[in-house]
């Protein structure tokens, strides 16, 4: 990725923060204690073979365990008689140094491993370049601590003047007392989140992608909702969601975020920016794999088939087509002959077509934060569970 390319720095650490909150907000970052990196010693090297002793002469030394692997030193030769034979060198330690952290399903590949050292968190939770947020990667440190690492914002794109240079707030950002629109590095302007929390209206501005923003009324945070996939798996991740690669791991997104440029705001999630179901909201979406070149859109699907009114993600975020599972505005806009209903499963109000959850019963749920943390609530992408949206863990075990 071009932001690993162009960036570089002088430290190397692995930064393990206790997660009070499990989204550091760019400004607002939250101290923690910071913990040294371990790497423990191999196993220690054989022993070198003593020197044959002259005559009156003193044996060789033995070889000394390798450190780390390290070669055992030689044996002294003899003294007084003929030169004892040099010790033989102590073999390399077995198995050599131990992995730098613990990964995990979510967490593939150490942050240290494969990050330039200005992408690993500072001691005190922040970042060193604007517009990047410390969040957990999934990996610990072998004590269990958590491991964290700075990724850039991916909040809707903006711009903030004309021509002529004067502000121009309107269709950026979601206002000016919360956001600014900042350079984020590699390049292009994003709304940041200057105050501190979250919105739960905004959270594809305010938290990274997979995580959600939950909490009581004006203490909201940014919290885990990744789950893992495997990129070769479309199966793995549920209706309306897409599986993410990083440098360190993959993971379920959910595709249905505003954007303003389809260029900044939809990599990864679509190749198109639209208005998908008449709200006004632009949305990232793909082409209709039945009409290519088209971005789907609602109105198109329901006049052409009723029976398929939305448009329902396919297995990449580059495709869609017109299907059951999708945005919606209401009731209306399902099918609700076949038992679908617009439910909001999301934090920002947007609502989508999955057959309706059952009151009480324990296998569905209508809203993420029935589910535990790394999960979402979704329609399984294979039919699961009726079609109804239950609690997904992803490839996870």
Request: net charge negative; proline share 7%; with cysteine.
């Amino acid at each position: 990725m071009s932001t690993i390319e162009i960036l570089s720095g002088t430290k190397r650490r692995l930064t393990a923060c206790r997660w009070a909150f499990v989204l550091i907000p760019l400004t607002l970052a939250v101290g923690c204690g910071d913990a040294e990196q371990v790497r423990p010693p191999g196993f220690a090297g054989t022993g070198g073979s003593g020197g044959s002793s002259g005559t009156g002469g003193t044996a060789g030394t033995g070889g000394m365990a390798g450190t780390g692997g390290m070669a055992g030193t030689g044996g002294t030769a003899g003294t007084g008689g003929t030169a004892g034979s040099g010790g033989t060198a102590g073999t390399g330690g077995a198995g050599g140094s131990v992995p730098a952290c613990v990964t995990t399903a979510l967490c593939h590949t150490c942050p240290s491993e494969v990050l330039p050292d200005a992408l690993l968190c500072n001691p005190d939770g922040s970042c060193d370049f604007a517009g990047h947020s410390c969040v957990p990667s999934g990996c610990e440190t072998h004590e269990g601590a958590p491991i964290g690492q700075c990724q850039p914002a991916e909040g809707g794109s903006c711009t903030d003047s004309n021509d002529d240079g004067v502000p121009e707030p309107a269709n950026t950002c979601p206002n000016l007392d919360d956001y600014r629109c900042m350079t984020v590095a590699p390049g292009g302007k994003r709304c940041i989140r200057v105050s501190a929390g979250c919105d739960p209206a905004n959270e594809t501005y305010d938290c990274a992608p997979g995580f959600s923003c939950e909490g009581q009324s004006g203490q909201e945070t940014c919290v885990d909702r990744r789950v893992p996939c495997d990129v070769e798996d479309a199966n793995d991740c549920p209706k309306s969601h897409v599986c993410r690669s990083t440098p360190t791991a993959s993971f379920c997104v959910r595709a249905q975020r505003t954007c303003h440029v389809v260029e900044y705001d939809c990599a990864g999630f679509g190749s198109y920016c639209t208005d998908i179901d008449g709200d006004s909201i632009k949305e990232c979406v793909g082409h209709r794999t039945s009409a290519t070149g088209i971005a789907c859109e609602n109105a198109t699907c329901r006049a052409s088939d009723p029976s398929a009114p939305v448009c329902e993600l396919g297995a990449s975020a580059t495709s869609s087509d017109c299907g059951d599972y999708g945005l919606c505005g209401s009731d209306e806009h399902c099918d609700v002959a076949n038992g679908f209903s617009c439910v909001g499963l999301w934090q920002d109000g947007r609502k989508e077509c999955v057959k309706t959850p059952r009151p009480g019963n324990p296998d569905d749920c209508d809203h993420v934060t029935d589910c535990e943390l790394q999960e979402v609530c979704a329609a399984h992408r294979n039919g699961d569970n009726g079609g109804r949206p239950s609690c997904q863990t992803g490839s996870a075990p």
